[in-house]
């Protein structure tokens, strides 16, 4: 339990205590503690929505173009935006790095940053992405 609900659950038995010893305030006091108490265990606990960070990683196959791997890239990033939305409800973020690899070389080929209503309106990771430009030259493609 919270802290600060024992806190209101402690002050709520201290008005109560003290409303039973005057008799005359009991029922007005009563009725207080009643509602505030009612309030402290109705109230729901807050969701804590938070950012998922993913980094992937996929190899260039043999004589492939670099535009032939970047739409690779593109379309395993929406499958992975995808299902990280879809693995927790309470992820309101995702942040996609792919990597590119080849020849034991391994650089960052995009990043795609999108929250949930972002995605819910436009799920294209091609849209959302950030490309680096030099990953081309320095994956030799």
Not at 105 to 126: C, I, K
Request: charged share 20%; proline share 3%.
């Amino acid at each position: 339990m919270q802290a600060w609900r024992r806190t209101l659950m402690s002050n709520c038995r201290h008005l109560l205590v003290g409303c039973l010893a005057s008799r005359g305030r009991f029922i007005k006091l009563g009725s207080i503690t009643a509602i505030a108490l009612a309030t402290v265990v109705s109230t729901p606990l807050v969701a804590q929505a938070y950012t998922a960070r993913v980094t992937l990683f996929l190899t260039r196959d043999q004589g492939e173009s670099y535009d032939t791997f970047l739409r690779r890239c593109e379309a395993i990033a929406r499958a992975g935006i995808q299902r990280s939305f879809d693995a927790d409800p309470l992820t309101s973020e995702v942040v996609l790095t792919m990597v590119g690899e080849n020849q034991g070389l391994a650089l960052p080929v995009m990043e795609v940053a999108v929250t949930r209503s972002q995605w819910e309106w436009r799920p294209d990771a091609q849209y959302w992405a950030r490309y680096y430009n030099n990953a081309s030259t320095l994956l030799d493609l």
